[in-house]
């Protein structure tokens, strides 16, 4: 009888453990689950940088600035801006994705044509973006690989 009583009370500490040990298992799984779930939802909810998503102020879609030349050999690039209002300020230049000082458009008036000379290569990627007097850099208007 003693054997029994020890090996049933033996028995009764193991369940005990094991059901401590399944608490804390749980525990520690719940955890990692909230964890796993806030990750995702902080992904999902982080803002995109696009500028397609930002909404722009009608003036940066009235503005219409084109590229209408690159000449690489020459580092000339030469915009032209259409009809439509808006106080234009500076230009932004992207060159293969890298910023070029904004420079100076004010005076590209609608109808107007201007030259910029740049560090142009062949095969380079060029993006122009308009900066309204307000200082509002408005998205690309417009893109030209040299």
Do not use: Y
Request: net charge positive; charged share 25%; proline share 5%.
């Amino acid at each position: 009888m003693k054997k029994s009583k020890k090996h049933e009370k033996s028995r009764v500490k193991k369940n005990r453990n094991n059901s401590r040990n399944f608490i804390i298992i749980g525990i520690v799984v719940g955890i990692i689950i909230i964890i796993s779930i806030a990750i995702f939802l902080q992904k999902d909810s982080s803002p995109d940088t696009k500028t397609d998503d930002i909404i722009q102020p009608p003036q940066c879609l009235s503005i219409n600035l084109k590229i209408s030349e690159i000449n690489p050999n020459t580092n000339m690039l030469k915009i032209s801006r259409g009809i439509g209002k808006g106080d234009l300020s500076k230009i932004k230049i992207l060159v293969n994705g890298n910023p070029i000082d904004n420079l100076l458009a004010s005076d590209i008036k609608e109808g107007a044509t201007k030259i910029f000379i740049i560090n142009i290569n062949p095969g380079d990627n060029v993006e122009i973006a308009p900066i309204l007097k307000d200082g509002t850099i408005c998205a690309i208007s417009d893109t030209k690989i040299a």
